[in-house]
């Protein structure tokens, strides 16, 4: 087995495929060999996953060792350097793509001497306290499994403190003193210092990653999907770019066609001076959507071209993550657009339109897809005074009982009442409750959020960054721009408007007939070239 691939252009693509290096690292593959801007990597084949890697630790240090190496000669940065100091990323990728259901870790690399050595390489120190304040945070949650909620209440007093509304806001000072507190933090829980050495930080994340395959919410993901338990999953270790440099740079998500209706249009979430988990983690309202075009136009328009580039590469509508820095995009990874049945049927008839695939492709495309049970529900008119208008993340309508949890969803499920989850932020590991919820509601994330990918794949009315929306747990009851409702109420959500109301209402459906009909023509035409066969 190899023990490790290098992704960077004019590398060979690896012999086995998505099944050998999982979808993420295969795809860069793909990208880099393309001359797309991905960021130099390597990845640790799937085969890792099933090793047992505290027998085999010094095989896996001196693979990291290895791979290490050759980003360093792509780059010209040294990883643990005092100057110019080469920080990565450690994400996973299966096979199949699960999106958000395993782990990441960014910012590897950084301690006392590092983060001096990246503020004199960049210039930037606000990005380097940022960076390593991130890697803190992250590393104490996902590899050394300490709990959350002391780091978060860290940053709400550094927030209260600078008298800011946001991270984002915190200057280099009172950044680098919440990254001294956070040191403490972790001490404090750990019962050890923060690991200092970039080598032992990259081993412990990688090794976490590869855990992650077998996460509560991974294994559920995968027994919905009914994907294999044993396919595992690849780590790519990537070289690091900082969305979080400045008013140029930032975080984006973006789809090369809308996956909840299928339209043609760059379909995307974005944020400004930020890094990925910023946009995909779902727990901050995201404002920048409308500013990306205005400030950076040439960003804009080599992201519309890259949707055409992507689209022709992999032949299907792409999910794909981008960052900024300092005016330079990226593409850190692409992957088949998660989608719903509705945008399924109308983007393989615009594809086959447009001549990036031929009618046999679509079809293989909507292979077990229940073409006659899609349907697009409006509610029936007249509807009530609208609450409040969110954002659309999953199409549709849904009405049910207000459940503030997955908990409550199973409860009344399991009476045979529809439920509305409805949450601050939903994150991926609240799958169960969003498969038996009729509609999802939250007050942050944005439409590319992971639990919004999510929610359509399962065919979920979906609604995001609802305003003024304030949930209260301990009393088991919300708001919505100050109209109070308690658990057990009813809410009807509707996705192709974003409107909320309070009371159940009626749903009307309609069909893709048109779409219909152009894919009956196919089989029809196909079904006759076998008899002339």
């Given at each position: 087995m190899?023990?490790?691939?290098?992704?960077?252009?004019?590398?060979?693509?690896?012999?086995?495929?998505?099944?050998?290096?999982?979808?993420?690292?295969?795809n860069l593959m793909r990208m880099a060999k393309a001359g797309l801007p991905v960021p130099a990597a390597f990845v640790l084949p799937t085969a890792w996953c099933h090793r047992d890697l505290t027998k085999q630790d010094a095989k896996l240090r001196q693979a990291l060792a290895e791979g290490v190496a050759a980003l360093e000669s792509a780059t010209g940065l040294s990883f643990g350097a005092a100057r110019k100091p080469l920080l990565v990323s450690v994400r996973s990728g299966a096979a199949v793509s699960m999106p958000g259901m395993m782990e990441t870790v960014l910012d590897i690399g950084l301690n006392a001497q590092t983060v001096e050595g990246l503020i004199r390489l960049t210039g930037n120190p606000r990005l380097a306290w940022d960076s390593y304040r991130r890697l803190v945070q992250s590393y104490a949650e996902v590899v050394a499994n300490l709990p959350t909620e002391p780091f978060d209440a860290l940053v709400a007093a550094a927030l209260a403190q600078a008298e800011a509304d946001s991270e984002r806001e915190l200057d280099h000072r009172s950044l680098r003193t919440l990254t001294a507190a956070m040191l403490d933090c972790y001490r404090g829980l750990a019962g050890s210092a923060f690991p200092a050495n970039p080598a032992e930080q990259l081993a412990q994340a990688t090794k976490a990653v590869f855990r992650s395959w077998d996460a509560p919410k991974a294994v559920s993901y995968r027994r919905l999907n009914s994907l294999d338990d044993k396919a595992g999953t690849a780590v790519t270790v990537q070289t690091m770019v900082y969305g979080n440099a400045g008013g140029a740079s930032g975080a984006g998500v973006g789809f090369t066609r809308n996956p909840a209706t299928g339209t043609r249009e760059f379909y995307f979430d974005?944020?400004?001076n930020a890094q990925g988990e910023d946009v995909v983690a779902g727990r901050q309202k995201l404002h920048d959507n409308d500013r990306l075009h205005l400030?950076?136009?040439?960003?804009?328009?080599?992201?519309?071209?890259?949707?055409?580039?992507?689209?022709?590469?992999?032949?299907?509508?792409?999910?794909?993550?981008?960052?900024?820095?300092?005016?330079?995009?990226?593409?850190?990874?692409?992957?088949?657009?998660?989608?719903?049945?509705?945008?399924?049927?109308?983007?393989?008839?615009?594809?086959?339109?447009?001549?990036?695939?031929?009618?046999?492709?679509?079809?293989?495309?909507?292979?077990?897809?229940?073409?006659?049970?899609?349907?697009?529900?409006?509610?029936?008119?007249?509807?009530?005074?609208?609450?409040?208008?969110?954002?659309?993340?999953?199409?549709?309508?849904?009405?049910?009982?207000?459940?503030?949890?997955?908990?409550?969803?199973?409860?009344?499920?399991?009476?045979?009442?529809?439920?509305?989850?409805?949450?601050?932020?939903?994150?991926?590991?609240?799958?169960?409750?969003?498969?038996?919820?009729?509609?999802?509601l939250t007050a942050s994330g944005g439409r590319t959020s992971h639990?919004?990918?999510?929610?359509?794949?399962?065919?979920?009315?979906?609604?995001?960054?609802?305003?003024?929306?304030?949930?209260?747990?301990?009393?088991?009851?919300?708001?919505?721009?100050?109209?109070?409702?308690?658990?057990?109420?009813?809410?009807?959500?509707?996705?192709?408007?974003?409107?909320?109301?309070?009371?159940?209402?009626?749903?009307?459906?309609?069909?893709?007939?048109?779409?219909?009909?152009?894919?009956?023509a196919w089989r029809k035409d196909a079904a006759a070239r076998l008899v002339e066969a």
């Open positions: 190899v023990d490790h691939y290098l992704i960077a252009q004019g590398e060979a693509l690896a012999r086995g495929g998505a099944k050998d290096v999982g979808n993420k690292a295969w974005f944020q400004f400030a950076l136009p040439a960003v804009w328009t080599r992201l519309e071209q890259i949707c055409h580039e992507l689209e022709a590469l992999f032949c299907d509508a792409q999910d794909f993550e981008f960052t900024v820095q300092s005016g330079e995009l990226f593409i850190l990874q692409s992957r088949n657009a998660k989608r719903t049945d509705w945008a399924a049927l109308a983007i393989a008839v615009d594809m086959v339109e447009d001549g990036i695939i031929a009618p046999g492709q679509a079809l293989e495309h909507l292979a077990g897809i229940d073409l006659a049970g899609i349907t697009r529900s409006n509610f029936a008119l007249p509807v009530p005074a609208t609450l409040a208008i969110a954002e659309v993340a999953g199409m549709g309508v849904a009405s049910g009982v207000i459940a503030l949890d997955s908990e409550a969803v199973k409860r009344f499920s399991a009476a045979g009442e529809p439920a509305i989850l409805v949450r601050r932020d939903t994150v991926t590991s609240d799958i169960e409750g969003m498969a038996l919820a009729a509609g999802i639990a919004a990918v999510v929610a359509r794949q399962l065919g979920k009315v979906c609604l995001v960054a609802c305003p003024d929306l304030e949930i209260d747990l301990d009393h088991r009851r919300c708001s919505i721009a100050g109209t109070q409702l308690s658990e057990g109420d009813v809410l009807s959500l509707d996705g192709n408007t974003g409107a909320i109301h309070a009371g159940r209402l009626t749903p009307l459906n309609e069909r893709p007939e048109k779409a219909l009909a152009t894919v009956a």
